[in-house]
């Protein structure tokens, strides 16, 4: 009886080998980032490089590259102090052209700019890990008349949805600021991260969490079209937010409210947004109050949204009618979040002022930092304890 | 009355400034890839390299890298033919260091490599671009008591299921290699684009895909552990690839029955993988017999899987038990596939001879090229028609 001698060893390491297509040949392996308590260091195996430079979203804005040098091994490496905890990303410029950490799998993606990422762990940046307990995301393609496309959103469910067949849920739409997507609140945002933990910890109630598309003129990310592929892009000379913020309101929600088990009012609905995303977020209630409870923009303030014409003069009687139109209808919560150094800062303290001065009940969630990420996972983190309570 | 006079414009140009972090100054636009008819040319802006080369998926294995010259606007660059219509990736190598296209914005994953990809349109690679009509991805969270933890695993649901409340779908499970996890079938397979337009071109009928997390040592792909975050590594010392396959029918085909509409028997359940994934699949049916009536194994033949020792040997008596097993159990396509330089070739011939000899009915479907994902997408838009019919 002949034997079949190959071993699982065998297998396995041609598995290995051929990766699943291309050989990776692979030297000593580096490191990198190396955290300990106090310090974190960064490699970087180019033999041939003559530059070698460090680039992190811990730095100041308009601060230098960290010089990177060549230790005896050709390695190039550099050592930092900690940054205080939270989530951080970094690429390094081999001469003249910047990539991300080899050594590091984790990467993120901003736009069309992918980074490599590590985490400083604290109490800030707690609930920006996995949870024990997760939720599931799921990408869903929902028709939108309005825009007059099939589009992609992303949608979060919390743990236990899929089995407690009887129970219904409240449900946030967070939506992307510009230059972003779907996606961004999932990676960036770490949004999945954020309620999962919350919600285990029992300090958000569990809630769906909806994340659609914000570029009208997009049916998905950029990123998936793919060159020598049609572009999956609508062709639409407008930038047309009010067409997004109506599609919201007739396509998405309807979508939602039929194709899962929720709250189907305004109880049990909350928005917010960063950023452009925070513009939309006013946006819709100002053509639509009444849908949500809980309003909570981002990154923005009392400045105007129009899509027809960018020369378009918006008065404060516009805008006291808007936001009449909200006190009228009725809301929970009203929470603004900004950096004290962020661009919009102003505008910011602007719908602040208005708010108060028109008699509206609201918080003013004033941090310091700008118009970055830090502070968007922050904010997240900060209301949606609050939401549907 | 003070005029709010920002403008649409403004808030939009702040937006793409601040991106949504960190400034990316940009100089003239590098276009790359630039795809013609006949030829392809690649780019790179690199001022201070001194060497820059291209590496492709076209390339025959050990071939060199391609050497890139830099032109009078220090822009590196080098044109080739097209290679025949498919789905390629490349990457550049700078100085010694290999980096993606930052003027390419679509990226895959294999295993931990990141790489710039492009599509050369054709017959071949016409189901692998996005369809028009598209179905759902989840990313779902499931108990597996039979491996101890709560692991992650991807599921497609095709256009319609969610609206065709009342029609039960048949399942493919379908497995990934070694050094893949969960999201190969969906980045390098292109799983989701081939049944989305096999499906719309009425060539398979409307199925579910579950690409299941096939390393029972993994919660989830790697890549999902930050660097600063604790693992989320189950802590096994052994390959339980037996451990795996028992929880594919004892965890997760529960799971997906309880969880979808399916048609749940044998009739409508299909199993594939490739190389480790090819593996498990017929070892799921050698321990299981009787669980899939459609049995497709990709690069893979008969050599011996065992948890317990890597020099167990495998002895034919053993194999004919398990192939009369599954004779016995009934099924309606054994489906094998591989190429005829792939390292497993002589293991897939050897199967095909025991099949023959065994008298069981099935398909040795014989390929050009090797281990890789080329052929591995062509299969899977080869045998998903035969499903279910």
Same mark, same amino acid.
């Given at each position: ?9 065998l297998?396995? $390491?041609a598995?290995s080998? $051929?990766a ?9 392996r580096?490191?990198s *980032?190396?955290i ?6 960064f ?8 530059t070698?430079?460090l680039t992190?979203?811990w730095?100041?804005r ?7 040098k ?6 190039w490496n550099?050592?930092? *102090?900690?940054?205080k905890?939270?989530l ?5 410029n081999?001469?003249g052209?910047?990539v991300?950490?080899?050594?590091n799998?984790s990467?993120d993606r901003?736009g ?5 990422? $590590?985490l400083i ?7 920006y890990?996995?949870a024990?307990v ?16 099939k589009r ?11 089995d407690n067949k009887k129970?219904k849920?409240p449900v946030?739409? +967070?939506?992307h600021?510009g230059?972003g997507?779907e996606?961004a609140?999932l990676?960036l945002g770490?949004a999945?991260q954020?309620?999962?933990?919350l919600?285990?910890?029992g300090k ?10 914000g570029?009208?003129?997009? /049916?998905q990310?950029h990123?998936?079209d793919i060159p ?5 892009t609508?062709?639409?000379n407008? /930038?047309?937010s009010?067409?997004y913020?109506t599609?919201?309101i007739?396509?998405?929600i *309807?979508y939602i409210d039929?194709?899962?088990?929720t709250i189907?009012?305004k ?7 960063l950023s ?5 977020t006013?946006r819709t209630?100002? +053509?639509? *109050?009444?849908?949500f ?7 923005t ?7 027809k014409?960018?020369s378009?003069a918006?008065?404060e009687?516009?805008?006291?009618k808007y936001?009449e139109g /909200?006190?009228?209808?009725g809301?929970k919560?009203?929470w603004?979040g900004?950096?004290d150094?962020d661009?919009?800062?102003a505008e910011?303290?602007e719908?602040?002022?208005l708010?108060t001065?028109?008699g509206?009940p609201?918080t $003013?969630?004033?941090?310091g930092g700008g118009h ?6 922050h904010?997240l983190?900060?209301?949606a304890?609050?939401l549907?309570?």
């Amino acid at each position: 009886m002949r034997k079949l001698l190959l071993s699982l060893t065998l297998y396995l $390491f041609a598995g290995s080998l $051929f990766a699943q297509e291309m050989v990776n040949t692979r030297r000593a392996r580096i490191v990198s *980032p190396e955290i300990t308590k106090d310090s974190i260091t960064f490699r970087l195996r180019a033999e041939y490089a003559t530059t070698v430079s460090l680039t992190g979203s811990w730095q100041a804005r308009g601060e230098f590259p960290i010089a990177m040098k060549r230790d005896a091994n050709l390695v190039w490496n550099v050592t930092i *102090p900690n940054p205080k905890p939270d989530l951080y990303y970094y690429t390094f410029n081999v001469d003249g052209t910047s990539v991300c950490d080899p050594a590091n799998t984790s990467t993120d993606r901003d736009g069309t700019t992918y980074r490599s990422i $590590f985490l400083i762990d604290g109490d800030l940046s707690r609930h920006y890990k996995d949870a024990a307990v997760r939720g599931n995301v799921s990408a869903i393609w929902y028709d939108s008349p309005t825009i007059g496309a099939k589009r992609k959103m992303m949608v979060y469910t919390p743990a236990g949805y899929d089995d407690n067949k009887k129970a219904k849920y409240p449900v946030l739409y +967070l939506l992307h600021g510009g230059g972003g997507d779907e996606e961004a609140w999932l990676s960036l945002g770490r949004a999945a991260q954020i309620l999962d933990n919350l919600i285990a910890e029992g300090k958000a109630v569990p809630m769906l969490i909806v994340m659609p598309n914000g570029n009208s003129n997009q /049916i998905q990310s950029h990123i998936n079209d793919i060159p020598g592929q049609e572009a999956s892009t609508l062709m639409q000379n407008d /930038i047309q937010s009010d067409l997004y913020v109506t599609s919201l309101i007739k396509d998405i929600i *309807p979508y939602i409210d039929s194709h899962y088990r929720t709250i189907a009012k305004k109880e049990g609905r909350a928005i917010s947004g960063l950023s452009m995303g925070g513009g939309h977020t006013l946006r819709t209630n100002y +053509l639509f *109050p009444g849908y949500f409870n809980y309003i909570c923009p981002q990154s923005t303030g009392a400045h105007p949204h129009n899509q027809k014409t960018t020369s378009y003069a918006f008065d404060e009687d516009t805008l006291y009618k808007y936001l009449e139109g /909200i006190k009228k209808a009725g809301y929970k919560l009203f929470w603004l979040g900004c950096g004290d150094v962020d661009p919009w800062f102003a505008e910011a303290q602007e719908l602040d002022r208005l708010l108060t001065q028109h008699g509206m009940p609201h918080t $003013f969630y004033v941090t310091g930092g700008g118009h970055e990420w830090k502070n968007w996972r922050h904010y997240l983190d900060t209301f949606a304890p609050l939401l549907f309570k």
